[in-house]
Every structure is written in structure tokens, then in C-alpha cells.
């Protein structure tokens, strides 16, 4: 599978820089997932948690309270609000969900859209 490369950007800095499969965002319009070749896009991205599946075959997940997300035929550029890792080699996951709660939780988004993001954290939580 050929890989793309994915840059997640806050107003922090950067909290992902890699190359990755394929990544799955939280779109306004619904979930959408972007493989290398991808048509050429800008949309908002949602609340929710960002899917990533990483060179190595391992899938991340990052929480995310909304932003946009420019996506290229070899680069995806997400700018987000505000992120948490999920999932990780280095990741404290009981902190990171609770933080990934709260983000999801003062997001400006609908409350359906936030309902179902953090129904999904919490689905990580049970793993």
C-alpha cells in the first residue's frame, strides 16, 4: 500500500508528522477516510476522533474538537483546535480520555456530533 504523509497541526505546534496509510476524520458532513491519491479537498473537520493507520500497521487515534483539513495526492494537513492522543507508545490512555473527554465536551459543535465522539472514546477505554 503506498504511503502519504500526514502532518496534524494545533496551535501549540505540531503533534503528528509521519507517513501513514490511511487516515479516517470526523468530517462535517460525516466520517471520511483519505488514502494516498486522494482527490484534492478542503473541509471542515467536526469534533470527533481522527483514525490513523500508521506505516507500521498500528492504528492511532487523536481526539479532536474541530478544524479544517487540506488534503493533497501525497499530503494530508489537518489544523486542528485542540487534539489528545488516544493511543500510542507513550501515551498516559487513562489521562488521555479523560482530556479527550473534556476537548470533545467544550467543542462548538452540535450535541449529536459530540455524543457520538465521545461515545467513541469511551470505546477506546473498554479495549
Do not use: W
Not at 509521519?18 to 471542515?44: M, R
Not at 500497521?57 to 494537513?77: D, F, M, P, R, S
Amino acid at each position: 500500500m503506498e504511503l502519504m504523509k500526514l502532518e496534524i497541526i494545533t496551535p501549540n505546534g505540531v503533534i503528528f508528522d509521519d507517513e501513514v496509510k490511511q487516515v479516517t476524520l470526523p468530517g462535517s458532513e460525516g466520517e471520511f477516510g483519505v488514502l494516498s491519491g486522494h482527490a484534492t479537498l478542503i473541509t471542515i473537520l467536526d469534533a470527533g476522533v481522527l483514525v490513523i493507520d500508521s506505516k507500521k500497521g498500528k492504528e492511532l487515534q487523536v481526539a479532536i474538537n474541530g478544524g479544517y483539513v487540506k488534503v493533497e495526492e501525497k499530503k494530508t494537513l489537518c489544523m486542528v483546535d485542540g487534539a489528545v492522543c488516544l493511543s500510542g507508545d507513550d501515551t498516559n490512555l487513562a489521562k488521555a480520555l479523560a482530556d479527550a473527554k473534556e476537548l470533545l465536551e467544550k467543542s462548538q459543535s452540535r450535541s449529536t456530533t459530540i455524543a457520538a465522539a465521545i461515545s467513541k472514546v469511551e470505546q477506546i477505554n473498554k479495549r
